[in-house]
Structures are given as structure tokens and as C-alpha cells.
């Protein structure tokens, strides 16, 4: 059964950090394009991140620079490192899996498995 479970977002102050993390169970975390996407209210989900079978990455232009999508393979969990948090990074972020012929994409139609989500604030 796959399942993939978010963690780690809180309430931080603008210019601080956080570490997502997504404990993946069902299936092996490197064999499949895996991304970050967040929502905020009234706004439509967006793509934050992703990282492909072969540990190419891909990152929303908002986000460039100032956070990282990683993975444990022996862990099998994903990560977000997110640094120098902007009050514009609020949402809730979610952790998803991508299609088996995707290589890397940040459109969420092209995820199939989702978590439940993790609540980011960040105050100004």
C-alpha cells in the first residue's frame, strides 16, 4: 500500500528555515519522480520541487536558490530543506508521487499518490 506521510511544518519567522520531510512506505523512494507542491488559499497547487530517478532536479523560479529537494534512499523518505522563508512561502505543502513514465515534471497532474499535507506560516 502506498503511503507517503508529511512532517516538520510549522510556524517560523520570515528569514528563518525548515526541513520538510515525507516518510514514504509501499515503494522505493528512488524509483520514482517525486515532488514538493504547496497551496495556499484561494490559489491553485503548485509545483515547489522535484527530483527524478536519476537525482535531477527541477525547482519552481520562486524557490530557486533558497531551497532543496533531497532524498534518503535508505531512510526512504523525501526532504524539503527550505531557507530564508519568505511570508509568500505560507501554505500547506504536500509531498507526492509522480506517474512510472514520468522523469521529472512539476505539474501536479502528472502525480498520482499525494500526502495529507503540512502546514508552513511564515510572519513577517
Known amino acids: 500500500q502506498v503511503q507517503l506521510v508529511e512532517s516538520g511544518g510549522g510556524s517560523v519567522q520570515a528569514g528563518e528555515s525548515l526541513r520538510l520531510s515525507c516518510a514514504v512506505s509501499?515503494?522505493?523512494?528512488?524509483?520514482?519522480?517525486m515532488g514538493w507542491f504547496r497551496q495556499a488559499p484561494g490559489k491553485e497547487r503548485e509545483g515547489v520541487a522535484a527530483?527524478?530517478?536519476?537525482?535531477?532536479?527541477t525547482y519552481a523560479d520562486s524557490v530557486k536558490g533558497r531551497f532543496t529537494i533531497s532524498r534518503d534512499n535508505a531512510k526512504n523518505t523525501l526532504y524539503l530543506q527550505m531557507n530564508s522563508l519568505k511570508p509568500e512561502d505560507t501554505a500547506m505543502y504536500y509531498c507526492?508521487?509522480?506517474?512510472?513514465?514520468?522523469?521529472?515534471?512539476?505539474?501536479?497532474?502528472?502525480?498520482?499518490?499525494w500526502g495529507q499535507g503540512t502546514q508552513v506560516t511564515v510572519s513577517s
Open positions: 507526492a508521487r509522480a506517474h512510472s513514465d514520468v522523469v521529472l515534471t512539476l505539474t501536479p497532474l502528472w502525480y498520482d499518490y
Open positions: 509501499g515503494y522505493s523512494v528512488s524509483s520514482y519522480c
Open positions: 527530483i527524478g530517478t536519476t537525482g535531477r532536479t
